[in-house]
């Protein structure tokens, strides 16, 4: 594949490295570590990682809609672009890939604040098996019909980041942020869709 050189792109082990490693500093290690002492105020680095967040997602849904879906992109069956045309929507699948390990620090804020009711075995589910995804994604299929999910999956993102990030202003804020419920239901739809979506790709292949 034209993505196999490319950091850590084709080297599952690394990935794995990565994620056991994450798992046993969330479940394990980072508990430990925290027993006997006081939560770390992380309130300024939340906020610049959320605006972080917030600014990636909105690249990778720009690139994900003007490298493909507002251009000639099938909407019915769509397979991976060879040559440089799909380059750079290889390149922004690569992106999406990174942005779910940098993701990994939710947790491990959540660890750090002693904020441990909030790493639920569907949170570690999700945040684990995220990265596998979207390594399979990058590696055997960088483009194509499975990026669309990657698009949805961005846009709430901007959305949820965007709640964390105005949330941790305050109440004068927060009291403006009534919209969350709207942003919990398009999570469940995701969710809902995610598999369907996503593994049209694979159909391409048959």
């Not at 620090?105 to 790493?119: G, M």
């Not at 979207?134 to 949805?152: N, S």
């Amino acid at each position: 594949p034209r993505t196999a050189d490319w950091f850590l792109v084709g080297k599952f082990g690394h990935l794995m490295l990565i994620l056991t490693t994450y798992v046993y500093f969330c479940k394990y290690a980072g508990p430990r570590y925290m027993k006997d002492r006081k939560p770390f105020d992380l309130k300024r680095t939340i906020q610049v990682y959320n605006v972080i967040q917030i600014l990636c997602s909105m690249y990778l849904v720009y690139e994900g809609l003007f490298a493909g879906w507002l251009t000639d992109y099938s909407f019915t069956c769509q397979p991976v672009v060879p040559g440089e045309k799909g380059l750079r929507m290889a390149k922004g699948t690569w992106f999406y890939f990174i942005c779910k390990l940098v993701e990994l620090l939710d947790t491990v804020f959540f660890i750090l604040r002693k904020k441990f009711n909030q790493v639920s075995y569907l949170h570690m589910y999700h945040h684990t098996l995220m990265p596998v995804c979207a390594w399979i994604g990058v590696t055997f299929l960088p483009g194509g019909h499975g990026t669309l999910m990657g698009i949805i999956n961005s846009f709430i993102h901007v959305l949820m980041y965007t709640y964390y990030f105005l949330s941790s202003l305050g109440p004068e804020i927060q009291k403006y942020l009534w919209w969350k419920k709207h942003l919990t239901a398009m999570q469940m739809v995701r969710l809902k869709n995610a598999f369907p979506i996503s593994s049209s790709q694979f159909l391409l292949l048959t």
